[in-house]
């Protein structure tokens, strides 16, 4: 998806980044697909992990304002919908990220 692209994450998780109680009812979140060299695509050391951008060709990052997926949610649905045909696509699956919500992260899907 292009940058800006609203997005649908859909999961199970929890509600935020310090809850350790997984959601009764299933979430859904929009958020909007960010450009590949965006910072919020790019994630810092973490030791062992080196810093590291995300691999454009197996990965896309998408994020919004206090929006996130979140622990419990990997392995979920990212859902593009197109409006000319009304065919929802899916385009990621919820992969990883740094806390939930977290202003200068983004979520990581795999494509």
């Known amino acids: ?27 859904q979140v929009t958020l909007q697909a960010i450009d590949k060299d965006d910072s919020k695509c790019r994630f810092p050391a973490n030791p062992p992990i080196p810093a590291q951008n995300n691999d454009p060709q197996t990965q896309m990052c998408a994020s919004a304002p206090s929006k996130d997926s ?13 409006p000319d045909t009304k065919v929802w696509e ?4 919820t992969s990883f990220g740094i806390g939930c919500a977290r202003p200068s992260y983004s979520g990581v899907y795999t494509r």
């Open 90 to 93: 899916l385009v990621g699956i």
């Open 70 to 82: 979140c622990q419990g949610d990997s392995g979920g649905p990212l859902l593009m919908f197109h």
């Open 1 to 27: 998806p292009l940058p800006n692209t609203d997005l649908i994450a859909i999961g199970w998780g929890v509600l935020w980044e310090s809850s350790d109680v997984i959601s009764n009812t299933l979430q």
